[in-house]
Each structure stands twice: as C-alpha cells, then as structure tokens.
C-alpha cells in the first residue's frame, strides 16, 4: 500500500518521540516504586536512556513501481489524475446546465420538470465529455466548443432558439464555469511523492530504483531546568 512520504517519515518520527516518552514514563513509575519500597530504596533504579537513533529508510516512489509492473499496475496514479479530471469537467457542465435552465424560451419550451432534467441530464453528459475531451485546448477554442455542443444538444431536445440575450449570457457562463475551473487546477497544491517501503515493494522493482534517506533523532536535546530564583520560570536547556 502506498502513502505520502511526509506520512512515512512523519509516522518514523512520531513512533519514536512517543517511545521515548512511554520509557520515560515508566522509569518514573519505577522511581517513585523504588522510593517507597524500605528495600529497594537504595538500589540503581533500571532506566532505558534512548538518547538518538539512526534511521535508514528505503523507499520506491509509486510511480516507478508503476512503471516496473506496467499500466494500472500497482503504485499508479493514472487512475486518480482521471478521475480528478473528470470530476472537474462534470462540474464544468453542472454549472452551464444551471444557467441554460434559467433562461425564460428554454423553460417555455419544456414545461415539465421530467423534461427539464432529462435536459439537464443530457447536456452534463455532453458537456461533461467535450470538456475532459478539449482539457488541452486553447481556452477560446476550448469554450467555443462547448458553445457548439450546447446548441446542438439543444436543438435536438427541441428547445426554441435562444434569444440574443439569453446566448449572451449562456456563453458568458461557459467562459465562468471554465475559467474558474481552469484557475482552481492550476492554484492545487502539488501532489506529496507517494510512496512504497514494504519488503515486497522494494523486492519487486529494479533495485536502481529504490530511494534512500539516512537521518538521526536526537531524543535528548532539551530538558526542564528551573530558574535560578524561586520568582524564575522553568526553562527548556540544551543539553
């Protein structure tokens, strides 16, 4: 299974500040058992100091496991950047049926709510399509086509023609729903490098391949010191 590598590493991190802080724990129990136990008061008290460990993580990136085993293979994101486009021509073509539905000679010419949504059923269907198909496009071609494909689909649900006015501002809401569309693509954040790091990931590919990070956790930097007046706060202090 893959992950983002800030999960992989952060999850490293997380597991070990957390195990330090578990024998932390439990050598303070141990220290108040052994201060109140008549015997045991004056014996060494067992502490586990882990002061810094080295790590040595490897790793493949997903996409050359993807490129090892092959189209739709394991590790690929071929499948989610389609999906993600295809969800934002659906929305292109949602918000231009909106505006289509609102203007008064397409509402004359289908009276019945049945026929206004199979309308809108329809032109999300078409619309949907020529917007994932024409992604690559300039944005004027781009958006001239969809003008095409909304007058065709139009006409051959019989709506009367559009006024003027009425196209005016069906086009004028083609250029909205896909400049906003466009804009939010472009300001998504960048992908986090997925990747895989079990014994099985890093055996299946070209070892080539397979990315490295070597890095020490230091455990024991800081510690409470107090202040050297009773007034004074605690303080963190290197160690």
């Known amino acids: 299974m893959n992950t983002d590598l800030k999960a992989l590493i952060g999850g490293v991190l997380g597991d070990l500040i957390d195990a330090r802080f578990q024998a932390d724990v439990a050598a303070a129990e141990l220290a108040e058992h052994y201060r109140d136990h008549p015997h ?13 460990v080295d790590v040595d993580l490897r790793f493949v990136f997903s996409g050359q496991q993807a490129e090892e085993a092959g189209p739709g293979g394991p590790g690929g994101e071929t499948g989610a950047d389609e999906t993600a486009e295809a969800e934002k021509a659906r929305k292109v073509a949602e918000s231009i ?6 203007q008064p000679s397409v509402r004359k010419s289908l009276k019945e709510d ?6 809108v059923d329809l032109l999300v269907e078409r619309l949907s399509g020529t917007s994932a198909a024409t992604r690559d496009e300039p944005a004027p071609a781009r958006r001239q086509t ?6 065709k689909t139009l ?5 009367e023609g559009l006024s003027d006015a009425e196209a005016t501002r069906v086009h004028a ?3 909205r729903a896909d400049a906003r569309f466009s804009a939010a693509a472009r300001a998504g954040k960048p992908a986090s490098p997925r990747v895989l790091a079990s014994s099985e990931a890093l055996t299946s590919v070209n070892p080539e391949t397979v990315s490295r990070i070597s890095f020490t956790v230091d455990l024991s930097a800081r510690r409470w010191v ?14």
């Open 114 to 119: 049945a026929q206004r949504r199979e309308l």
């Open 40 to 52: 045991m008061r004056s014996f060494s008290i067992p502490t586990l100091n882990i002061s810094s």
């Open 146 to 151: 969809l003008h095409d494909e909304l007058m």
């Open 155 to 159: 006409s051959s649900a019989k709506v």
């Open 173 to 175: 809401s083609i250029d």
């Open 226 to 239: 107090s202040g050297e007046d009773e007034d004074d706060e605690d303080v963190l202090a290197e160690e």
């Open 97 to 102: 049926s909106e505006e289509v539905l609102r």
